[in-house]
């Protein structure tokens, strides 16, 4: 274990989040998938010795995301599975980005599954909703005008009728 004598400093790209932390069944084939659907940059990736991801780190956006193989021998056996694996996720991700359609259509013909097309919804901000080819559910959204508390509950119960 290392000793550390001053603080560490937490890097910008993390102060003030929670990271999500995904895995998936073939991390490099769903970082390709990333980059080509959701225009996601590679930061940082270490391979496992005896293949695979065993960590890597995306940036989608301003946001930080990382992600690995479920399998990989070096990471703690049965701690980490993939939604395939478990039937499943319930975890939804959301980005803000500057165009949803854009990102929509692009996501698509990546392969993802767009189980909600680009709406305007009645918090103020253009929503899709869409699978990735690895399980995990995504939420991108443009913002398009700020709502009052007030007039976000009269949206609400409108929309709920």
Do not use: C
Not at 105 to 130: C, N, S, W, Y
């Amino acid at each position: 274990m290392t000793e550390h004598t001053a603080p560490v400093e937490i890097p910008d790209r993390y102060r003030y989040a929670v990271i999500p932390h995904i895995m998936v069944d073939n991390a490099a084939a769903a970082i390709a998938f990333y980059q080509r659907a959701f225009g996601a940059r590679e930061e940082f990736r270490l391979d496992a010795p005896g293949g695979g991801v065993l960590h890597a780190e995306i940036s989608i956006g301003r946001s930080a995301l990382m992600l690995g193989d479920a399998g990989v021998d070096e990471a703690e056996a049965g701690a980490f599975a993939s939604p395939a694996a478990l039937g499943g996720t319930s975890v939804t991700l959301h980005v803000f980005v500057p165009d949803v359609d854009s990102l929509a259509k692009r996501a698509e013909a990546a392969g993802a599954e767009i189980l909600q097309p680009p709406t305007d919804m009645f918090h103020g901000d253009r929503t899709v909703i869409l699978k990735d080819p690895s399980g995990h559910m995504w939420v991108f959204l443009t913002h398009m005008e700020n709502v009052s508390n007030e007039e976000l509950r009269r949206r609400l119960a409108a929309f709920a009728e």
